[in-house]
């Protein structure tokens, strides 16, 4: 099993940047993709950004040039940095996994950004 634990959701004014980091543990041999999902409210959950082992990114047009998504892959640990934060990135923010071809994911945390 795989855990994951996010963290950094807060509540930002327009234009401001915020940190999310994302912590997996338990059986953990090799983390291929990881990446940042997120789920505003009356909407379905949808991508953020991706990144492989090997730092290859992919990211949702609406935060390209914005988001950036990093990873340690000694520590297991994946970083999204926001910047330019704008009241539509509301959301709830998930980290996603991919262990061994099943795919974890966390409890989310909520990112809040006023006007």
């Known amino acids: 099993q795989v855990q994951l634990v996010e963290s950094g959701g807060d509540l930002v004014q327009a234009g401001g940047s915020l940190r999310l980091s994302c912590a997996a543990s338990?059986?953990?041999?090799?983390?291929?993709?990881m990446g940042w999902y997120r789920q505003a409210p009356g909407k379905q959950r949808g991508l953020v950004a991706t990144?492989?082992?090997?730092?290859?990114?992919n990211y949702a047009d609406s935060v390209k040039g914005r988001f950036t998504i990093s990873r340690d892959n000694a520590k297991n640990l994946v970083y999204l940095q926001m910047n330019s934060l704008r009241p539509e990135d509301t959301a709830v923010y998930y980290c996603?996994?991919?262990?061994?071809?099943?795919?974890?994911w966390g409890q989310g945390t909520q990112v809040t950004v006023a006007s």
């Open positions: 990144i492989t082992r090997g730092g290859n990114t």
């Open positions: 996603k996994v991919a262990v061994m071809a099943r795919h974890y």
């Open positions: 338990g059986t953990i041999f090799s983390i291929s993709t």
